[in-house]
């Protein structure tokens, strides 16, 4: 079964940019989307987007079409998430899930990214 | 598109069952089968527990079981035990590619 694994803590000033990393381990996602998920302290599950490791192709949440970016190295196996303009309601822990379109089977452990002034 | 509703919190004794309830629209939950449930204990990742509105991954105990009427999804844990102490997230495709999660309930064991 396919593992998730996150790139390490960060902490951020804001405006500036993050990216966090989400590789599968085998080399291989088992499911054709890989989603990003974050969740602020104390608060529920956010949607942000996904990309299909096969091709490339991208969908963002409206609330972050103008700030995200989802980017794939299918050789690598990798899906990262980039995200611009940090505010401090950016703190969070931002989760990769490899799912379908609807749904999310395996998750990575998490990173969390710090937003300070 | 809004979060899906979930009661704040739910409760039951050991060997009780409990059911949360996940209140979405026409568009969301009312339109697809896609509708999804995750445990997530303290300091973890979300964990999927059942997807499909009732199919459960390999792995998942019975006790967890997923239903749907018209907007509103349901899950219900059957049995309670002090592990199912946790918070639960339901979430649906919404269409256009996007989906939605829905706004958790704590459960607590008592």
């Known amino acids: 079964q396919t593992q998730l694994v996150q790139s390490g803590a960060e902490v951020k000033k804001s405006g500036s940019s993050v990216r966090v990393a989400c590789k599968a381990s085998?080399?291989?996602?088992?499911?054709?989307?890989v989603h990003w998920v974050r969740q602020a302290p104390g608060q529920a599950l956010e949607w942000m987007g996904w990309?299909?490791?096969?091709?490339?192709?991208?969908h963002y949440a409206q609330k972050f079409q103008d700030r995200v970016t989802i980017v794939t190295d299918r050789s690598m196996s990798t899906a990262d998430l980039e995200l611009n303009s940090l505010r401090s309601e950016d703190t969070a822990m931002y989760y990769c899930?490899?799912?379908?379109?609807?749904?999310?089977?395996?998750w990575g452990p998490g990173t969390l990214v710090t937003v300070s002034s | 598109q809004s979060a899906l509703t979930q009661p704040p919190s739910a409760s039951g004794s050991p060997g009780q069952s409990v059911t949360m309830s996940c209140t979405g629209t026409s568009s969301d939950v009312g339109a697809y089968k896609f509708v999804s449930w995750y445990q997530q204990h303290p300091g973890k990742a979300p964990k999927l527990i059942i997807y499909e509105v009732n199919k459960r991954p390999s792995g998942v105990p019975d006790r967890f079981s997923g239903s749907k009427s018209g907007n509103t999804a349901s899950l219900t844990v059957s049995g309670l035990q002090a592990e199912d102490e946790a918070d639960y997230y339901c979430s649906s495709y919404g269409g256009s590619d996007n989906s939605i999660f829905g706004t958790g309930t704590k459960v607590t064991v008592l």
């Open positions: 899930a490899n799912g379908g379109l609807g749904d999310f089977g395996h």
């Open positions: 085998g080399n291989r996602f088992t499911y054709n989307y």
């Open positions: 990309i299909t490791p096969f091709n490339g192709e991208t």
